[in-house]
Nanobody, 123 residues
Framework: VQLQASGGGLVQAGGSLRLSCTASGRRFSLYAMGWFRQAPGKEREFVATTSGSGQTTYYADSVKGRFTIARDNTKNTVYLQMVSLKPEDTAVYYC?????????????????WGQGTQVTVSS
């Protein structure tokens, strides 16, 4: 599985962005998908995850109510809609695929990673 993330950019605080992650290969719906982020000098952290069907989602407390993860299995794509962005959301955002139907917030449980897309939120 190869993952291609896109949609990052520079936005002012309070603004919005939508990240996309498109996967190659078949049987996309069998993979739980996750979004993680890494800020300079910090460890990679969990942002959001969704089950293979998209019916189950979990979020980090820091983004709950502001970010929404969704997937379109007909397009092999998972999205991260981000609103009310804050400067502390600045990071490289990575999408990842887990060889399991169940979502997870643990990076080590993911098998495939995209290349990352930069999100910068100015104050």
């Amino acid at each position: 599985v190869q993952l291609q993330a896109s949609g990052g950019g520079l936005v002012q605080a309070g603004g919005s962005l939508r990240l996309s992650c498109t996967a190659s290969g078949r049987r996309f719906s069998l993979y739980a998908m996750g979004w993680f982020r890494q800020a300079p000098g910090k460890e990679r952290e969990f942002v959001a995850t969704t089950s293979g069907s998209g019916q189950t989602t979990y979020y980090a407390d820091s983004v709950k109510g502001r970010f929404t993860i969704a997937r379109d299995n007909t397009k092999n794509t998972v999205y991260l809609q981000m609103v009310s962005l804050k400067p502390e959301d600045t990071a490289v955002y990575y999408c990842a695929a887990r060889g399991s139907y169940s979502p997870s917030g643990v990076p080590d449980e993911y098998d495939y990673w995209g290349q990352g897309t930069q999100v910068t939120v100015s104050s």
